[in-house]
């Protein structure tokens, strides 16, 4: 299969892309490097086996068009995106030039080349806005009232997605994925909190929990949700598919559990709450399951382990 991966230069990016390659796929990656960074596809890069080819180009750029159009994936992985809600929030026309114009050069491109299928990776912790405790964890039939700019950018994509499958006949599988966490994610960002975690664990700082604690995510780990990709390349037509363990996790325990791993017996430290942030989150995942054969395999003490593993052999 000849896949392109947009935003394979980032954290769950590079690692689908050295699944890919290692089942023999060639791949070509798009990454304008703003948050993705070459070291992670130094194994990519590494192997002379591998047909591997790497594009800085930013999405939003009508270029990219031409170059989906010569390179004619038969699957296109599309991850790139502005995922910081915050920024969102602050900018909402930066985010939907990013998730929405350029996610629609990467549907344009992929018509032209007469790509097969687009497999689009969303957000099951937005899109689906404020849940009721009764309907966690969620699942697909669950309205989608997205409540941040971000959020309503990954609606608006999937609803392309719909009408270019009705249109043009392009086939795609959105995977709303649930918080996913792993090595190479930026410890330096507000988005992952596992990774943060992680980096302030092992230098000996204090971890900050916002608010009681009690707030609950759904954790995926990385390497269960490029699981996810591979399999919706092949399954999935025409569905949105939520991709997560269905299990809600405090951020408190979550504390718990990295801190006993890290061997570290430390508490947490405390700040307000922070405005917007949502109460629960957990998606139900029996879809994945009927439709692509999936199911999360790594729970979160081994997938915290690795994490800081990750972290510790870089220091």
Request: net charge negative; charged share 25%; hydrophobic share 40%.
């Amino acid at each position: 299969m000849r896949a392109l991966v947009t935003g394979g230069a980032g954290f769950i990016g590079s690692t689908l892309v050295d699944r890919l390659l290692a089942e023999g796929h060639e791949v070509d990656v798009v990454d304008d490097l703003s948050s993705g960074s070459m070291a992670n596809l130094a194994d990519a890069r590494a192997n002379p086996d591998h047909r591997f080819n790497f594009h800085r180009l930013d999405i939003r750029d009508s270029d990219l068009v031409g170059l989906i159009e010569r390179r004619k994936p038969e699957v296109i992985f599309h991850l790139a995106a502005q995922i910081d809600v915050r920024i969102s929030v602050a900018d909402p026309v930066r985010d939907a030039m990013i998730n929405v114009i350029g996610s629609l050069n990467v549907l344009e491109g992929a018509r032209c080349a007469g790509t097969r299928k687009v497999v689009f990776a969303s957000s099951g912790g937005t899109i689906y806005g404020e849940v009721a405790d009764e309907d966690l964890p969620t699942r697909e039939s669950h309205p989608q009232v997205p409540l941040s700019p971000y959020g309503i950018t990954k609606k608006v994509v999937g609803d392309y997605l719909i009408a270019y499958r009705a249109l043009y006949q392009m086939e795609f599988s959105t995977l709303a994925l649930a918080n996913v966490y792993g090595p190479r994610q930026d410890p330096h960002g507000e988005a992952g909190v596992v990774a943060i975690f992680a980096g302030r664990l092992l230098s000996g700082e204090p971890c900050t929990i916002f608010g009681d604690g009690s707030q609950t995510r759904d954790y995926v780990f990385v390497d269960d949700v490029v699981d996810g990709f591979v399999r919706a390349a092949d399954k999935g037509d025409g569905l949105i598919i939520n991709i997560g363990t269905g299990v809600e996790t405090s951020v408190t325990d979550l504390y718990s559990t990295m801190a006993k791993v890290a061997g570290v017996d430390a508490p947490p430290a405390l700040a307000p709450a922070r405005p917007g942030e949502l109460a629960r989150s957990a998606l139900d995942a029996g879809r994945a399951e009927m439709q692509l054969g999936w199911k999360p395999w790594t729970d979160l003490a081994t997938g915290s382990a690795a994490v800081l593993d990750y972290f510790r052999n870089r220091s």
